[in-house]
T-cell receptor, first 109, second 114 residues
Framework: GQNIDQPTEMTATEGAIVQINCTYQTSGFNGLFWYQQHAGEAPTFLSYNVLDGLEEKGRFSSFLSRSKGYSYLLLKELQMKDSASYLCAAMDSNYQLIWGAGTKLIIKP | NAGVTQTPKFRVLKTGQSMTLLCAQD?????MYWYRQDPGMGLRLIHYSVGEGTTAKGEVPDGYNVSRLKKQNFLLGLESAAPSQTSVYFCASSLPGVDTGELFFGEGSRLTVL
């Protein structure tokens, strides 16, 4: 079956670094996506990885290891506005997205 | 710069009532989707469309119907609402191929079925 696993909740301190992990099992693979969703709002696209390695976008970076079925989202210099849920999604061979349940990130001052 | 617009934003229904959620996008995207989001669960695909006049079932299609008569609009219908359909519904659109992973979402429609 197809499955995405990510932690339910994480807590970090303002100014620190946090890594949110995601493991996936899909029928075929066409990429790994991360979305950010603030409470009561719609998800917004953050990043896309299809090749192994690290993609950096400002304070946010995303890593992919296809052989391990593993990705992480790295957030640096945490700000209070980063408090949100982070959704991991893998695209299967039919270009369908398989979604994880999301990781709620709580930032403390 | 409207992007994806959903109406209504909130609705309360009684069991057995029917309703339609409307989604409109102004980005000329071919693909459109209806998802539901429930606490502790990932986004679940209800139905999707890869072009005007076409629709397909997603992961949880039972109890819902859809229509895509115009490219910019995607309607989600509940014929006989049930309490299990209490959820937040998101419409999204995308380009085809691998770009289908970059979804543009509407603000969501919060539906309560009593």
């Amino acid at each position: 079956g197809q499955n995405i696993d990510q932690p339910t909740e994480m807590t970090a301190t303002e100014g620190a670094i946090v890594q949110i992990n995601c493991t996936y099992q899909t029928s075929g693979f066409n990429g790994l996506f991360w979305y950010q969703q603030h409470a009561g709002e719609a998800p917004t696209f953050l990043s896309y990885n299809v090749l192994d390695g690290l993609e950096e976008k400002g304070r946010f970076s995303s890593f992919l290891s296809r052989s391990k079925g593993y990705s992480y989202l790295l957030l640096k210099e945490l700000q209070m506005k980063d408090s949100a849920s982070y959704l991991c999604a893998a695209m299967d061979s039919n270009y369908q997205l398989i979604w994880g349940a999301g990781t709620k990130l709580i930032i403390k001052p | 710069n409207a992007g994806v617009t959903q109406t209504p934003k909130f609705r309360v229904l009684k069991t057995g009532q029917s309703m339609t959620l409307l989604c409109a996008q102004d980005m000329n995207h071919e693909y459109m989707y209806w998802y539901r989001q429930d606490p502790g669960m990932g986004l679940r695909l209800i139905h999707y469309s890869v072009g005007e006049g076409t629709t397909a079932k997603g992961e949880v299609p039972d109890g819902y119907n859809v229509s895509r008569l115009k490219k910019q609009n995607f309607l989600l219908g509940l014929e006989s609402a049930a309490p299990s359909q209490t959820s937040v519904y998101f419409c999204a659109s995308s380009l085809p191929g691998v770009d289908t992973g970059e979804l543009f979402f509407g603000e969501g429609s919060r539906l309560t079925v009593l």
